[in-house]
């Protein structure tokens, strides 16, 4: 998993909205979600503004997905729900990632038949303009 992911696993974890962490750390609209879609490095300037405003992240949780997501014992779940929400979200993200491709694998099939109803349409029309001309002689 990269940095990337986990800071989005924090996110949904939170239930802090992209929008909202983009104005806290001062990103521009919509940075968050281009990154977590083409899952890309967050350079050090970003971390550290993800530290100054989310100190209870444990930092090295984010780099390197080792120890706690959360830094500060009365903030922090029982482990086993945070690891079980570990394992939930990232076979949702496969999942999604999953969807995600089948959805563009329907698209070029729709296309497709799109392409042949339109030349059956065409033949057909094409036929029955054929047939006016024949018919006037």
């Known amino acids: 998993m990269k940095t990337i992911e986990r800071i989005a696993m924090y996110l949904q974890f939170r239930a802090i909205t992209p929008h909202s962490f983009e104005r806290k750390i001062h990103l521009s609209n919509g940075y968050f979600s281009k990154q977590t879609k083409n899952l890309g490095s967050v350079g050090s300037d970003i971390l550290v503004k993800i530290h100054d405003s989310y100190p209870e992240l444990n930092m090295l949780w984010v780099l390197t997905g080792e120890g706690k997501m959360i830094l500060e014992e009365a903030e922090m779940m029982p482990d086993q729900k945070v690891e079980d929400f570990g394992i939930r979200y990232t076979s949702e993200n496969k999942r999604l990632k999953s969807?995600?491709?089948?959805?563009?694998?329907?698209?070029?099939?729709?296309?497709?038949?799109?392409?042949?109803?339109?030349?059956?349409?065409?033949?057909?029309?094409?036929?029955?303009?054929?047939?006016?001309?024949?018919?006037?002689?």
């Open 99 to 137: 969807l995600e491709s089948d959805m563009e694998k329907l698209s070029i099939v729709l296309k497709d038949k799109e392409k042949i109803i339109g030349l059956y349409e065409f033949m057909l029309n094409g036929n029955n303009k054929m047939g006016t001309i024949a018919d006037a002689y």
